[in-house]
């Protein structure tokens, strides 16, 4: 067994220095870098482009899915030796992808033949470019309050309704989206439905962000037809596949948007002084000590949430746990970050403040939206009282 | 690395669970008290020594069970989680810890089986003032005889054996030589401690310098702090447990939001500090090269957790908590003493950004 590991290191090696191009084992720029495919998406070099195709050939965007429907087939300890050799040459993502971290993930659990036949393959190639309908204008935190209705019109379902939060709307080609298809009940009213975003009557609408970036969109519905074979899981079916999808959501979830070319300590040193090889001021550096603690701490426990996973222990209702700790911990360095930098990291624009201050500047206003996407701190902590700890609302 | 305990782990740690809960419960440690013991149990050390907990770490050459820090630290955490009143940490890690890296052949031999057999109670003596301050010392050593004093010896009152650290340099030091004189504490946590004086008191040189100092005293941060990740899970058991229970305002109060999101967010920094503290056990075992980092997280985060833990477990209980009926202060007051031990978290902080180059 080891063996074999060593015999798939070594060959996983000598395919990847052999296909991944040099521009794509240097560290990525900032948020421009990243991949995220799709029928329209324009590469910023073709070596990105070269890459994608290479990888998602491989199955090597989704290594651990099964080789039929275009995955990697690969086991978890040959992941994590895929893992760590990409790490070890620096090489970038491939790609970017809702339909690999959240979609996916369900479709293999959730999705009748046909439908993975259909969509696995293309996400894993960078096809298709997936976005999420939940949130809805009354439907935030309370997300099983939404009402995009979706009603049964023989041949197709006829969609109406607002979404809203739909991240990278705008550039996606497919959304997965929750419908109402009851509404004389809550959650057992819900429904989980693929919508082409190309169909008749889909419109969005970008949302400028206090860091001045459009990540997110609303999504309007006006009378779309999408055909019956679109519903995954059964009708009324939806809110067990959205919780499920929501977990690999909150796993994935860490550091969007902020800067993480710039280490803290560096920009500190940088900016702050040094005075017998310890930061001048002692405050922050004591404030910055107990920062990198806490990611180790999560680094490690991530470590362990996955080795106790791989010994079969179930760890999934740890996800909103990690959610709340990895938030938290991005939004303190990005505060940290914006300190130790001074007034560099209080420019906007212009000549007068380096790519990397800008980012440190639009990468903390970015970590605010940190612990309000897919699902608040409030909720996750929530639900780790109720489903971890078992303190329950009513007894 | 590994977080996992194998088969003779998880039979250990089994082990003393089912001994701490049985023979070592709370309840103990509030009748030692109660009896102004200060930590004095002879009759429950000679059991936890009896089942082999004295010689965890020390090679089986010498009369241990050559397990290793991983399994000593698994029954270190069961010992917190009764607040066992015994020189558990002071002896079988620390004491040994010496030992095993700055005694001499002559001295192992001597030494080691006695510790392992839990004959001998071995602790080390560091501070001198009120903080934790290992690199400053006033000991002095000439022809054979070992002047200064030090505070706060954990367990110094019952050891049979002191390990001197002096600056630059180890000292092993019979507790009942002439010129040892000791003042015993009694504590907050109803441990006791000791101050003790060296007035020219015949000592032997260990091997090692700062270097020898500082790793035996890693060994006994991690150590330590797995004690106080047991301290700190029990001390939220048993107030997750009340919260499920205690009615206010016609419901249980479990079910306030205010007190689940500080529920679930003590839960979480708890289990974040596990893994360091399991992660730096295993760098132990593995000696790993960066023992220091590894000890200085644990050690710190250990502190912060359990100091939260220990404060939240009165608030939530509200007026009971207050009461020394109950075991929230025992768990309060043992907290203050571990964290303060061997540095507590600004300590390790500044030891931290330190090690890390800034």
């Known amino acids: 067994m080891t063996q074999d590991l060593e015999v798939f290191r070594t060959e996983t090696r000598a395919w990847l220095e052999a296909n991944c191009p040099p521009s794509m084992r240097t560290p990525m720029t900032g948020e421009d870098d990243a991949v995220w495919g799709g029928r329209n998406y324009e590469f910023k070099n073709q070596e990105a482009k070269l890459w994608l195709e290479r990888m998602g050939a491989k199955g090597w965007t989704a290594p651990t899915w099964p080789a039929e429907y275009g995955g990697g087939g690969l086991s978890a300890d040959e992941n994590r030796v895929l893992q760590s050799e990409l790490k070890k040459i620096g090489a970038r993502p491939a790609l970017f992808s809702f339909g690999i971290w959240m979609l996916g993930p369900v479709l293999l659990e959730y999705a009748n033949e046909e439908q993975k036949k259909e969509h696995l393959p293309k996400i894993v190639r960078g096809e298709i470019r997936w976005c999420q309908g939940y949130s809805e204008p009354g439907a935030g935190s309370d997300l099983a309050g939404l009402q995009t209705k979706c009603e049964d019109k023989g041949d197709h379902w006829l969609i109406n309704g607002q979404k809203v939060w739909t991240s990278y709307a705008n550039y996606a080609d497919w959304c997965f989206c929750l419908v109402r298809t009851d509404t004389s009940v809550k959650h057992e009213g819900i429904s989980f439905v693929l919508i082409d975003m190309t169909t008749k009557g889909v419109e969005t609408r970008p949302i400028k962000l206090i860091s001045g970036s459009s990540p997110f969109c609303e999504t309007f519905f006006t009378d779309v037809k999408a055909p019956k074979h679109q519903m995954v899981g059964r009708l009324n079916g939806g809110w067990e596949i959205a919780k499920r999808l929501l977990m690999y959501e909150r796993t994935n979830i860490s550091g969007f948007g902020s800067n993480t070319r710039v280490d803290v300590v560096d920009l500190a040193k940088k900016h702050v002084g040094v005075e017998g090889g310890a930061l001048e001021d002692r405050d922050l550096r004591a404030r910055i000590a107990s920062h990198k603690m806490t990611e180790r701490a999560y680094a490690l426990s991530v470590q362990r949430a996955q080795e106790e996973a791989k010994a079969g222990g179930n760890v999934s209702h740890m996800a909103s746990m990690f959610k709340v700790a990895g938030a938290t911990l991005n939004q303190d360095r990005c505060e940290l970050m914006v300190e130790a930098a001074g007034n560099r990291a209080l420019g906007w624009s212009g000549e007068g403040f380096s790519a990397d201050d800008i980012a440190t500047t639009r990468g903390w206003l970015r970590s605010k939206g940190n612990s309000i996407e897919g699902g608040t701190t409030e909720i996750n902590l929530n639900v780790v009282a109720k489903r971890v700890l078992g303190l329950r609302d009513t007894q | ?38 930590g004095r149990d002879p009759d429950l050390w000679r059991e936890i020594a009896g089942l082999g907990l004295a010689g965890v770490i020390i090679p089986e050459e010498y009369g241990g069970a050559g397990l290793g820090y991983v399994a000593l630290g698994a029954v270190l955490e069961e010992s917190g989680r009764t607040l066992v009143a015994s020189p558990l940490h002071s002896s079988a890690l620390a004491g040994a810890s010496a030992l095993l890296l700055a005694g001499t052949d002559a001295q192992k031999r001597e030494w080691l089986p006695k510790v392992a057999s839990g004959e001998v109670i071995a602790t080390i003596a560091i501070d001198e003032g009120a903080h934790h301050a290992p690199g400053k010392s006033k000991v002095k050593f000439e022809g054979g005889k070992l002047t200064g004093a030090k505070q ?24 009942d030589a002439a010129g040892v004189k000791r003042r015993e504490l009694v504590t907050a946590d109803s441990r006791g401690a000791a101050d003790i004086t060296f007035e020219g008191a015949a000592a032997e040189k260990m091997n090692g310098g700062a270097d020898v100092i500082d790793a035996i005293l890693d060994r006994a941060r991690i150590g330590l702090a797995a004690e106080m990740v047991g301290s700190a899970s029990e001390a939220f058991e048993i107030t997750s447990e009340y919260l499920k229970t205690r009615r206010q305002f016609g419901q249980v109060i479990g079910g306030f939001q205010a007190l689940q999101h500080r529920a679930a967010k003590l839960f979480t920094d708890m289990e974040l500090t596990r893994s360091c503290v399991l992660a730096a056990l295993d760098a132990l075992d593995r000696n790993a090269n960066n023992i220091a980092e590894y000890a200085s997280l644990a050690k710190a985060r250990a502190s912060e957790t359990v100091h939260l833990a220990s404060n939240e477990m009165v608030q939530l209980h509200g007026g009971i908590g207050m009461t020394d009926e109950h075991d929230a202060g025992l768990y309060l007051k043992r907290a203050r003493v571990t964290e303060a031990l061997y540095g507590g978290a600004s300590f390790h902080r500044d030891r931290y950004a330190s090690l890390l180059g800034f």
């Open chain 2, 1 to 38: 690395m590994t977080f996992t305990l194998n088969d003779d782990q998880r039979m250990l740690k089994d082990t003393a669970r089912d001994f701490f809960r049985e023979q070592a419960p709370v309840t103990r440690l509030r009748k030692q008290r109660d009896e102004k013991k200060n």
């Open chain 2, 152 to 175: 706060y010896v954990a367990d110094g009152h019952v050891a049979d054996l002191i390990i001197v650290a002096g600056g630059d340099a180890l000292y092993l030091v019979k507790a």
